[in-house]
């Protein structure tokens, strides 16, 4: 790509703009996915995975803020034109092992919504973005580790009748990360 006509290394890549839109809306999307389960959970007296997934609903939210924040360094205007790519079709389950199994599928493809993005921002040589998005690509690691251990106790504890009760009982004790320091 050639940049030297460039007036600004800021300047807005269209690819880079679609992209950061699509991001903020699937973080959006993602946080009111972990606010569904926690609704379910809590109603269905499982305060522990309520508890877990208001939490990771919260986290989510934090992501969005995130991802608005280059929105608006960048001067980007979200426009009703811009597809917001919402799946309204995200599969939902009242069953703890399913719910989160679900959330372990969507933290992966999200995984790969970042990759994508850090891709692009790296070939556009775009190192302010680079660096904000690397915070995520940490954070993704994280919470797909985050599903992988709770999935590994569901499987340690296979022939546990109280297994429910017990993985209840631990995520229940999850607390809320730090928010960013900026704000
Ligand atoms: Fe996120
Ligand atoms: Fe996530």
Do not use: C
């Not at 991802?67 to 205007?77: A, G, N, P, Q, V």
């Not at 399913?98 to 969507?106: R, V």
């Not at 919504?113 to 790296?122: A, G, K, P, R």
């Not at 296979?158 to 993985?167: H, P, Q, T």
């Amino acid at each position: 790509m050639d940049r030297k006509n460039k007036t600004s290394i800021y300047e807005m890549d269209p690819e880079v703009k679609k992209r950061l839109i699509n991001q903020y809306f699937i973080e959006l999307q993602n946080s009111i996915f972990y606010a569904t389960f926690a609704t379910i959970f809590y109603s269905k007296s499982m305060p522990g995975f309520g508890h877990f997934f208001k939490v990771q609903s919260e986290e989510e939210n934090e992501h969005a803020k995130r991802i608005l924040d280059m929105i608006l360094e960048r001067k980007i205007s979200i426009s009703d034109k811009d597809p917001n790519n919402l799946n309204r079709d995200l599969k939902i389950s009242s069953d703890p092992l399913t719910a989160i199994k679900l959330s372990l599928l969507q933290e992966r493809k999200n995984s790969r919504s970042i990759n994508e993005l850090m891709q692009v921002v790296t070939e556009r040589d775009d190192f302010f973005l680079q660096n904000e998005l690397m915070w995520f690509v940490k954070e993704q690691r994280e919470e797909e580790t985050l599903f992988e251990n709770i999935l590994k106790k569901f499987e340690l504890l296979k022939n546990s009748e109280d297994r429910i009760f017990l993985i209840d009982k631990d995520l229940k004790k999850r607390k809320r990360k730090e928010k960013k320091k900026k704000d």
